[in-house]
């Protein structure tokens, strides 16, 4: 007999990590299938905030860029048993307050962000292959920002959405990131403008995202659906704590959870159903820290 495999399972997705952050040695914390989180593990790496993370080849995660001091491009890749390996020298430009996010079923994207050298907020990005390597810089496409979130949506695509624009608190711009890793022109915002704040995806095979939290002048908890073929939904009134800074991951095949941030800083989690429900904040485990990031593996 073959073995039998529910429709709509996905490859990828059932495990989550958070890492790096606030702190002079932040530690990792893995997430179950069933979204428990794990007590710290020790941190591997050069530690630095504001970076990103995104899922690649189906079941290995990847944290990248950031800063320590001055801005960085080294990368970490994340085993598909949650292990986070030693540093990879840095490929393309060195910078923070970016994000990541999984495309293609089996890659990756990292982009924009802030630059040492002037303007600073680019729209750069880096495509990940799905054996991890980083490729060079890619020309920016769209509005240049800091801050801004990503995710998966659709199965195989990517959708970043909002951050800081110069001399702004925060935009509700998006740009979609084809199954080839194309990312197209700014699409126009839906929702509440907002700065580091967080997203994942949700749903079978991974065709629905979230952005969550952030900045709107003050920390906030409301979120925003994205559909299965890349629009955003209007506001969903916030649910648990609001706060900045914080990090978001799938787990489980279908569902996410964001965790961590300030006011703080916290470790408070909130885990998102299948359906895109928000649910109420779960008490912190490992250490409480911000500018930290997350993605999945397994």
Not at 34 to 59: K, N, P, Y
Not at 283 to 294: D, K, P, S, W, Y
Request: a negative charge.
């Amino acid at each position: 007999m073959f073995p039998i495999i529910p429709a709509n399972s996905a490859a990828g997705g059932k495990k989550g990590i958070f890492s790096f952050g606030s702190g002079a040695s932040p530690p990792s914390n893995l997430v179950s299938d069933t979204g428990v989180v794990s007590s710290d593990v020790a941190g591997v790496g050069t530690a630095r905030i504001a970076l990103g993370a995104c899922e690649f080849g189906e079941d290995q995660g990847i944290f990248g860029f950031g800063a320590n001091g001055g801005m960085v491009g080294m990368t970490n890749l994340v085993s598909n048993l949650g292990v986070v390996g030693s540093d990879v020298a840095a490929v393309g430009l060195a910078r923070k307050s970016m994000t990541a996010c999984s495309y293609g079923d089996d890659k990756g994207i990292f982009g924009f962000g802030y630059a040492s050298a002037s303007p600073h907020f680019t729209g750069v990005t880096n495509l990940v292959s799905n054996a991890g390597v980083v490729q060079s810089d890619t020309g920016a496409v769209g509005t240049a920002r800091i801050d801004p979130a990503s995710c998966e949506f659709g199965g195989d695509k990517g959708i970043f959405g909002f951050g800081s624009i110069p001399h702004s608190t925060g935009s509700t711009i998006t740009n979609l990131v084809s199954n080839g890793g194309v990312v197209a022109s700014d699409v126009s915002g839906v929702g509440t403008s907002v700065r580091e704040s967080a997203a994942c995806s949700y749903g079978a095979d991974l065709d629905k995202g979230i952005f969550g939290f952030g900045d709107d002048g003050s920390a906030t908890a409301v979120t925003n659906l994205v559909s299965n073929a890349g629009v955003v939904q209007s506001d969903t009134a916030g649910v648990g704590t609001a706060r900045t800074e914080l990090a978001a991951t799938q787990y489980g095949g279908d569902k996410g959870i964001f965790g961590f941030g300030t006011p703080g800083p916290t470790a408070v989690t909130n885990l998102v159903s299948n359906t895109g429900v928000v649910a109420s904040d779960t008490a912190g485990v490992g250490t409480a820290r911000t500018n930290l990031e997350a993605c999945s593996y397994g």
